[in-house]
C-alpha cells in the first residue's frame, strides 16, 4: 500500500482528500494554542531544511523509505492541503 499511496501525493495535483492519519500522528491531547502551533511548524520547517539532502531520513510510517526530496514535496503538498482545508 506504501508505495501506491506515496505515488498519490507525488503527483502534480494537490494532496489527496480523505488520506487517513498514521495512529501514531493522532492528537488526542489538549490542543496548543495558534501562537504555540504557529511555533511549533516554524520549529519542524526549520529542522527539516537544516537536515539536507545527504543526512539520513526516518522512514514515514505510511510511505516507507523517503529520499530528502520526497520529504520536501510531501511537508509542501501535506502543509498545502491543510492550509486549503482552512481556507488560508
Known amino acids: 500500500m506504501g508505495e501506491r499511496v506515496k505515488s498519490m501525493w507525488q503527483d502534480?495535483?494537490?494532496f489527496p482528500k480523505n488520506v487517513p492519519t498514521a495512529p501514531e500522528r493522532v492528537v488526542t491531547d489538549t490542543p496548543n494554542t495558534r501562537t504555540e502551533d504557529v511555533?511549533?511548524?516554524e520549529g519542524a520547517?526549520?529542522?527539516l531544511v537544516l537536515?539536507?539532502?545527504g543526512a539520513s531520513w526516518p522512514d514515514h510510517p505510511a510511505f516507507g523509505s523517503l529520499s530528502a526530496e520526497?520529504?520536501?514535496?510531501l511537508v509542501c503538498r501535506h502543509a498545502d492541503h491543510h492550509l486549503r482545508q482552512f481556507g488560508v
Open 12 to 14: 502534480p495535483s494537490r
Open 39 to 41: 511555533a511549533d511548524l
Open 45 to 47: 520547517l526549520t529542522r
Open 51 to 53: 537536515r539536507g539532502k
Open 70 to 73: 520526497d520529504w520536501g514535496v
